[in-house]
């Protein structure tokens, strides 16, 4: 069966600081990968998707980036954090051939102070 | 642009009281209508996924319909532990990604 991990859950990162969040997925191979954001109140808002190695799409501008260094890996990360950064991050992934389900990881708690 | 509206917003429930969650959605070319929960703190978890209209899928007290326009998310008799937030989420076009609705925070009480 396939499954998601990310890491880490839980951190709190001071303004400025980089930023590494990573996922990995197991059981299946040529995932499609995503990473989402929930902020309080809103719905999930999709950050960057992948459909293989070193291939990202980004959604929406902002202070974050993506990479894909192998086919089950999925890395978020930023240089110099923003308080606006703060959020939960979710790292997804999901094959044409599951129905084109998407799948979730437990996702990432981010504080930035 | 892919739109989701969720209502109501927020749901309270007493133990044995059913009732119906919405989804309304505008799309260009519909792949997929997805259900999700999520639990405080916790990734969505998967429910069900609707392909065409008129189609219906069941899961313990949970029965999700489809029209041209809009999913309802059909709740049985709910028990405290069906608390969470349901989430809908739309596939479209040739594009694999999902765009959510806001989601509707189900409280049910004893």
């Known amino acids: 069966s396939q499954t998601i991990h990310q890491w880490p859950a839980t951190l709190v990162q001071p303004v400025g600081s980089p930023l590494s969040l990573e996922c990995t997925v197991e059981g299946t191979s040529n995932p499609n990968l995503y990473w989402y954001r929930q902020a309080a109140g809103r719905g999930l808002q999709l950050l960057f998707y992948s459909v293989g190695i070193g291939q ?3 959604e929406v501008p902002q202070n974050l980036s ?15 954090l923003l308080l606006s950064d703060s959020g939960f991050y979710l790292c997804a992934f999901g094959r044409e051939g599951m129905g084109n389900t998407i799948y ?10 | 642009e892919d739109q989701v509206t969720q209502s109501p917003e927020a749901l309270r429930l007493q133990e044995g009281e059913s009732s119906s969650l919405n989804c309304s ?5 519909l792949r997929g209508l997805f259900w999700y929960r999520q639990d405080p703190g916790k990734g969505p978890e998967f429910l069900f996924t609707l392909y065409s209209a008129g189609e219906e899928k069941e899961k313990e007290r949970l029965k999700a319909t489809l029209t041209k326009k809009e999913s309802f998310l059909h709740i049985t008799a709910p028990k405290p ?4 937030t349901y989430l809908c989420a739309v596939q479209a076009g040739t594009a694999s990604k999902l765009t959510f609705g806001t989601g509707t925070r189900l409280q049910v009480t004893l």
């Open chain 2, 25 to 29: 959605y505008t799309v260009s070319g």
């Open chain 1, 104 to 113: 979730f990881g437990e996702g990432s708690w981010l504080t930035v102070v």
């Open chain 1, 56 to 58: 990202i799409s980004s």
């Open chain 1, 66 to 80: 993506a990479s894909r260094p192998q086919d089950r890996q999925f890395i978020l990360s930023s240089k110099k």
């Open chain 2, 81 to 84: 532990e069906d608390s969470a």
